[in-house]
């Protein structure tokens, strides 16, 4: 059974820095590919998606400032939210890439303007 943890998120100052986490288990995770959503708007986004060969893909309005990455000895994905813009708040959430259904409870991040 596929599970999704994340967290870090918190509240945040415009122009500060925030990292997410996001434990996964119950799949194999080496192989494959992990994204990160934000909710809102009203359904769940793209922010960032990141292949087992290292292939990122990030969303136009965070590029160059938020950074996917892995561990694979943890299970663990990241994202690394630098210059924080208040648009960027709301609940982030980890999963497969691609995947529309398991999801975990998410981690809200808010920004202060």
């Known amino acids: 059974q596929v599970q999704l943890v994340e967290s870090g998120g918190e509240l945040v100052q415009a122009g500060g820095s925030l990292r997410l986490s996001c434990v996964a288990s119950g799949f194999e995770f080496k192989p494959t590919a992990m994204a990160w959503y934000r909710q809102p708007p009203t359904k769940r986004a793209l922010v960032a998606g990141l292949?087992?060969?290292?292939?990122?893909v990030l969303a136009d309005s965070v590029e160059g400032r938020f950074t996917i990455s892995r561990d694979n000895a943890k299970n663990t994905v990241y994202l690394q939210m630098d210059s924080e813009k208040p648009e960027d708040a709301g609940f982030y959430y980890c999963n497969i890439k691609g995947r529309t259904c398991g999801w975990g409870r998410g981690t809200q991040v808010t920004v202060s303007s």
């Open positions: 292949s087992a060969d290292g292939t990122t």
